[in-house]
């Protein structure tokens, strides 16, 4: 079992820059890759972007993916000695309020939607403020 815990989620205004951090624990050998994902209010849950976890599990392939809508403006990077991924989101908008997710998968492979990723956090909140 992989165990993930979110934090950095908070009020900002628009043009503004957050750090969001998912700390991984427990079996976390078994991840190939983690994501952040996001859900607006009334709005369904969507990939963010993702990143390989361990490249030796992927024959040094880094993966990394990021949806259209945060392209130039959010990164995400891993720490593996602090077992630690991160998304820096720069350039806020107030279109990118939602509770962000970190999730992560355990089977070989690429994951856009929900179902592909069997590990997430409880979220955490972002709001920007016009």
């Known amino acids: 079992q992989v165990q993930l815990t979110e934090s950095g989620g908070a009020m900002v205004q628009s043009g503004g820059s957050l750090r969001l951090s998912c700390a991984l624990s427990g079996h976390t050998s078994s991840i190939y890759l983690m994501a952040w994902f996001r859900q607006a209010p009334g709005k369904e849950r969507e990939i963010v972007a993702y990143?390989?976890?361990?490249?030796?599990?992927?024959?040094?392939?880094?993966?990394?993916y990021y949806s259209d809508f945060v392209t130039g403006r959010f990164t995400i990077s891993r720490d593996n000695a602090k077992n630690t991924v991160y998304l820096q989101m720069n350039s806020l908008k107030p279109e990118d309020t939602a509770v962000y997710y970190c999730?992560?998968?355990?089977?070989?492979?690429?994951?856009?939607?929900?179902?592909?990723?069997?590990?997430w956090g409880q979220g955490t909140q972002v709001t920007v403020s016009s």
């Open positions: 999730a992560g998968r355990d089977v070989y492979g690429l994951g856009y939607d929900v179902d592909e990723y069997y590990y």
């Open positions: 990143k390989t976890w361990d490249i030796e599990k992927t024959s040094y392939t880094d993966n990394t």
